[in-house]
């Protein structure tokens, strides 16, 4: 039909109809999740244990970027926002990525804590959801993470006033120079506002996609120093 039409419509009119053909597309697309199944049975007992055979299996068949996360923060009235940051370790104290401590982000932590992480992985049917708290990491783990980081990526946390407004493209990419010819006389030290945080998990709920929408999701709630493991209907 639409072909048909085209012959007929001016351009501007055919790019207008193309746009509201494909939204309402939208409500058409869907995929049917058929990932195995996920039962209390094969679960472990400690979530970050969890944690790690389901990241070791994305690391192995998720092409792009397996530590990508979305980080949730809110600010100190509760206004929310997120964006995507990068895993950078985990272990039984929580999730650590690393950021510009005065970035939004940054400050939106230093005000309230409370956090929470996503990951997504389509090719597995698969999502982690994690709440808690995030704390600043010691300097001396900063340093030796910022320590292994390339030359350029580290001119760059130092170019950055992340989150700042800046004039133009140009104003930014002179700064990252005025750090390429101070770097030539010596080392890279971390920014002192660099640096990582951990986040303490108190809830994390692992979602896998199944047939009709009858979806697992398997839920550990930290109750003082043990975890509750429950299920939630999809």
Not at 27 to 35: I, V
Not at 159 to 182: D, F, P, V
Not at 211 to 217: G, M
Request: hydrophobic residues 30%.
């Amino acid at each position: 039909m639409f072909r048909l039409l085209k012959r007929w419509l001016p351009a501007k009119d055919e790019i207008s109809m193309s746009k509201t053909i494909a939204r309402q597309a939208l409500e058409m697309l869907r995929r049917e999740y058929s990932g195995k199944p996920f039962l209390e049975s094969n679960v472990h007992d400690d979530p970050v244990e969890q944690f790690s055979v389901w990241f070791d299996e994305a690391v192995e068949k998720v092409k792009t970027d397996p530590n990508a996360m979305i980080l949730a923060t809110a600010s100190k009235n509760g206004k929310p926002s997120s964006r995507t940051v990068l895993l950078k370790g985990f272990d039984k104290n929580g999730f650590v990525f690393y950021t510009n401590y005065d970035s939004r982000k940054g400050k939106q932590i230093q005000e309230n804590p409370n956090v929470s992480i996503t990951f997504y992985w389509p090719e597995l049917m698969r999502q982690i959801h994690i709440e808690g708290r995030a704390e600043k990491i010691p300097e001396e783990k900063s340093d030796a993470y910022f320590a292994k980081r390339p030359k350029s990526s580290k001119l760059s946390a130092r170019a950055s006033s992340q989150s700042e407004k800046i004039s133009s493209r140009e104003e930014l990419e002179e700064k990252l120079r005025e750090m390429e010819k101070r770097s030539e006389a010596g080392g890279i030290p971390r920014p002192p506002n660099w640096g990582g945080f951990c986040v303490k998990p108190n809830r994390i709920e692992f979602w896998q996609g199944r047939l009709n929408r009858l979806h697992d999701r398997i839920c550990y709630e930290k109750l003082n120093d043990s975890w509750g493991i429950y299920r939630l209907s999809p």
